[in-house]
């Protein structure tokens, strides 16, 4: 079992930064490929970014590319999602998760575990 927390979403305007955390239980944190998904209100989940096991593969979705980087941190358990020059189109509740064997994956249904999600709401 792996519990996933989410933290660092909030109200930010057009142009404006914020960095959201995930920290994971496990031992074995620093074996799995985690993710960032996002899911704006009506819309379905989509994914944001991925990072594999060390040394730390990253992908990202086209939407985000320049402006979002995802990060781990093995000896925290901890993956981040830095998130830059947002825009109101990034509105959405954001989701770590984590894929406890194989590569990393665009597809959430390959994911094992999931966090409660953390809201990012970006005015104009």
């Known amino acids: 079992q792996v519990q996933l927390v989410e933290s660092g979403g909030g109200l930010a305007q057009a142009g404006d930064s914020l960095r959201l955390s995930c920290v994971g239980s496990?031992?074995?944190?620093?074996?799995?490929?985690m993710s960032w998904f996002r899911q704006a209100p009506g819309r379905e989940r989509n994914f944001v970014a991925a990072i594999s096991r060390n040394p730390g593969l990253t992908y990202y979705a086209n939407s985000v590319k320049g402006r979002f980087t995802i990060s781990r941190d093995n000896a925290k358990n901890t993956v981040y999602l830095q998130m830059n020059s947002l825009k109101p189109d990034d509105t959405a509740v954001y989701y770590c998760?984590?894929?406890?064997?194989?590569?990393?994956?665009?597809?959430?249904?390959?994911?094992?575990?999931w966090g409660q999600g953390t809201q990012v709401t970006v005015s104009s």
């Open positions: 998760a984590t894929k406890t064997t194989g590569r990393a994956s665009l597809f959430q249904g390959e994911y094992d575990y």
């Open positions: 496990g031992r074995t944190f620093s074996t799995y490929a």
